[in-house]
């Protein structure tokens, strides 16, 4: 056989076995330019100050990955122990987002729809929150959105069925807190991939958060 030929059949070899490859979380296609992604957001009523590299580790930054799941397009799909959010494409793809899940004794899991959509949403901390924290309670009637909102530039609001049940998928002034579980219960994303998100989901969109 010409070395040629050996060098095709070894190619074609390569593709075969890739086109056979099942792993459930292997990148497809390279993330777009961390640079871009997290750079500073303009045309926002607040300010959005980049996302420095020491705040959020790699695997937390948005990007593009194989995902087989027997979810429809558009789902959205919450992994709390690895601390990621999958939005759903087609031909098993999906964009990846790192998040911050619930804590100790407030995670939820379940499915739910998306109820309704907020640009840098007022926030109202749950009565339970109040008891428990006097900085909350000093927001019983709302926190107007700003830099200093805890629910940052976007907020998804989680229902079951016709119920608010409290629980969002929405922005962070804390970025730190991504790949971690510190919050009372909702999904915390970096303010950037929350707009991304925003942008692409619809209302009634499903949500699965195993």
């Known amino acids: 056989m010409f070395s040629g030929q050996r060098v095709v059949l070894a190619a074609a070899a390569i593709v075969m076995l890739a086109a056979c490859q099942t792993t459930q979380d292997a990148a497809y296609a390279p993330p777009s330019n961390p640079a871009l992604a997290y750079a500073p957001v303009s045309g926002e009523p607040f300010r959005i100050p980049a996302v420095r590299s020491i705040d959020v580790p790699p695997q937390y930054r948005r990007t593009y990955v194989t995902y087989r799941t027997k979810e429809k397009p558009g789902t959205i799909i919450v992994d ?34 998306i109820g309704a959509k907020r640009k840098w949403p007022k926030w109202f901390p749950p009565k339970e929150m109040q008891a428990r924290d006097p900085r909350a309670a000093k927001y019983a009637n709302g926190m107007a959105g700003g830099p200093r ?18 629980f969002r998928i929405h922005g962070t002034n804390e970025p730190r807190s991504i790949g971690k579980a510190v919050s009372s219960g909702c999904i915390r994303m970096l303010n950037q991939d929350v707009i991304d998100l925003y942008n692409r989901v619809k209302i009634n969109g499903r949500v699965v958060v195993l």
């Open 149 to 166: 909102n805890p629910l940052g530039a976007r907020a998804l609001y989680l229902y079951e069925g016709n119920k608010d049940t409290l």
């Open 80 to 113: 709390p122990r690895h601390k990621y959010l999958y939005y759903i494409q087609s031909g098993s793809r999906a964009i990846r987002y790192g998040v911050g899940v619930g804590r100790a004794g407030f995670e939820w899991d379940g499915k739910a729809r």
